[in-house]
């Protein structure tokens, strides 16, 4: 069977996808609200165990994304 370009082309958007979702949960849970969340899920350059390490350290949560970002 035969992939289409449409096909090939959507599959790694997909999988971009899920890692989106499971980083803002992640991030959620970890102490961020939703907005700061979706604010820094994208950014995935950034370190999610390090954003969860500076909350878990006392960091509050707008620092850490000056920190982050």
């Excluded at 996808?17 to 849970?29: D, S």
């Excluded at 995935?44 to 390490?53: I, K, S």
């Amino acid at each position: 069977m035969q992939s289409t370009t449409a096909q090939t082309a959507t599959a790694p958007e997909d999988e971009l996808t899920r890692v989106l979702r499971w980083r803002l949960r992640q991030l959620t849970r970890g102490g961020f609200d939703p907005a700061e969340a979706a604010t820094l899920a994208p950014h995935l350059e950034v370190d999610l165990h390090d954003a969860l390490r500076l909350l878990g350290n006392g960091c509050p949560s707008e620092t850490a994304l000056r920190i982050l970002l």
